[in-house]
């Protein structure tokens, strides 16, 4: 009697442990398959911390939710700017920068901030729209940035910045970054207007002397 439940219990673990061994052979070999096969099929899924809705990462894409989160994300890092959180705020965004782009880049963006720490300024820039361009994984966000040197406001003006990335090994780097000033652009063509017209004017009014 005690024999056979024995001889029971002893099939039964044989069995049990056959299976188990099956089941790690299978689970190797998936693990190699997807490896071997799928590694740049990769894609992580992440839900940042107030973020809505999810986003992800593959070797060289990444999602357009992504990018614009992270475009907003280093525009508000380089469009508000302090004489205390100046220096600091180059250092983060010069150690995003994509290695490979230019050094000048990166110098650009640490004499901003000790230009700013210096000459005591002090902006703020308010997002307001956000254009995402996939394909070339560039982020333009706009709004108004006002600037102000010590406590005298010098000037508000709206501003574009725009911030393109390199995608690679499931990372964003900062591959450019600047900013451009459209009421500034138009009032240099509304002036070089006016001179072309003044010039015009003169040159009629000398034909008919």
Known sequence: MLYEKWVKEWKSALAENFFLRVLCLVMAAALVVNTIFFRNKDRIIMVPPKIEK?????????????????????????????????????????????????????????????????????????????????????????????????????????????VRFKVKDYTLKIDELYFDYPERVKKQMEEEERAKRKQELKQQAGGKT
């Open 54 to 162: 999810s986003v992800w990462v593959e070797n060289d894409k990444v999602s357009d939710s992504y990018l614009e989160q992270m475009g907003i994300f280093f525009a508000t890092f380089a469009g508000n700017m302090s004489p205390v959180n100046a220096e600091y705020n180059a250092k983060v965004l010069a150690e995003y920068t994509n290695p490979a782009s230019s050094a000048e880049l990166k110098n650009e963006i640490v004499t901003q901030g000790a230009y700013f720490k210096k000459n005591n300024i002090t902006q703020a820039f308010f997002p307001e729209n956000v254009k995402v361009d996939a394909e070339k994984k560039s982020v333009s966000v706009s709004g108004p940035a006002i600037r102000y040197i010590g406590s005298t406001k010098v000037s508000q003006e709206n501003i574009i910045m725009t």
